[in-house]
């Protein structure tokens, strides 16, 4: 890893050349279509688009994707807690710091129809944790390449428009996405503890493989990625003492949408009282003291009640993986996959596409 603060900050000037090479002169397309205009670019000649192509779909030597599908596999096992987790822990979290928290406001996002892009988000991280769906050109890969890809679009405007991140960086530099990777596989992670799901340690280094390929595909600099989850921690530490201000004004309007956003809203249907209860818990009490989530008391048996029934049902999975964990994973994703139909309309119309789905014993594929 990193050592000192000063080489870590650097990389708040360091962006993802390859991508925005690879997008330059292409018309606004929906996130989709991007990567499709990409891979015709490389077929044509281009020689930024087939540099783009080749790295993108180069698989890295630490790779071990058995362990990667037991990752994907922990979090669909237990993927309403870790979809709490992420949306309520470590995205929220991550709006402390001001350069994650700028770019939302700077384009709207988040402010402007809440829950359709918090769905679109649970697209891209559902369509990741699919069966095979991170190997090369398969739904989850795909769909980071996307974002990707959309980041580099939406850099390029920003640039031209002369903004600038807080830290002085540009549009989700290359710190900016490796805190926001450790927010989703240490945050993430310790998120599903808080809620009461008991993993073994075999698991934890599971879904931090996973999670690490994630943010591999999505361009992050190898050298902010921690091999492990305890490097994953402790760049955590270094990141939120460097980078969090629970005072930055961009955080407690952005925490209160995606509050109001989800409130009785599908998957969880829950009132925005246990929601802000939750995300207490997630966050702790200094952080959701300064955005003045109340108190959560009236709400404690909402809480209790989540953390219950996770606890009970890690258990369960534990104690039978081959008989109860595939009827677990299986309600939860049949629920989840409804979920994003609904709320993210027609596949045409979907920013990343078509929404992948293995239940039936599917690979996860366009």
Not at 82 to 99: T, V
């Amino acid at each position: 890893m990193i050592s000192g603060d000063g080489a870590l900050l650097a990389f708040t000037r360091r962006t993802d050349p390859l991508a925005e090479a690879a997008v330059q002169g292409l018309p606004r397309l929906r996130p989709y279509q991007l990567l499709d205009a990409v891979e015709d670019e490389a077929r044509a000649g281009s020689v930024a688009a087939r540099r783009f192509v080749e790295a993108a779909f180069s698989t890295p030597a630490w790779v071990d994707f058995d362990l990667v599908e037991r990752g994907a596999e922990v979090s669909r096992t237990h993927g309403f807690a870790h979809l709490l987790a992420l949306n309520f822990g470590a995205l929220l979290e991550g709006y402390a710091s001001h350069s994650l928290a700028a770019p939302l406001v700077a384009t709207g996002r988040l402010r402007q129809d809440t829950r359709k892009r918090l769905y679109e988000t649970g697209q891209v991280f559902h369509n990741g944790r699919q069966q095979g769906a991170l190997r090369p050109g398969q739904a989850g890969h795909r769909s980071i390449l996307a974002v990707r890809l959309l980041h580099a679009m939406v850099r390029r405007h920003l640039v031209r428009v002369g903004y600038e991140s807080p830290d002085g960086g540009a549009f989700v530099h290359q710190l900016d996405m490796a805190h926001t990777a450790v927010q989703v596989c240490h945050v993430g992670r310790r998120g599903l503890t808080r809620l009461g799901v008991d993993l073994p340690g075999e698991d934890i280094d599971a879904l931090h493989h996973f999670a690490r390929l994630v943010h591999t595909w999505h361009g992050v600099d190898a050298q902010l990625l921690p091999e492990t989850p305890q490097e994953s921690a402790a760049l955590h530490r270094r990141l939120a003492d460097l980078r969090y201000d629970p005072s930055n004004p961009a955080a407690k309007p952005l925490v209160h949408a995606a509050l109001d956003a989800m409130a009785h809203a599908p998957p969880f249907f829950l009132p925005r009282g246990v929601l802000a209860a939750v995300t207490r818990l997630l966050i702790g009490d200094a952080l959701a003291d300064a955005w003045a989530l109340g108190d959560p008391g009236p709400w404690r048996r909402g809480v209790d009640a989540i953390i219950a029934t996770s606890r009970s049902a890690s258990r369960l999975a534990r104690a039978s993986p081959r008989m109860l964990a595939p009827p677990l994973r299986w309600a939860q994703e049949s629920v989840y996959v409804h979920t994003l139909a609904r709320g993210l309309g027609a596949a045409p119309k979907r920013a990343f596409g078509p929404l992948a789905d293995h239940r039936r014993g599917r690979r996860a594929a366009l």
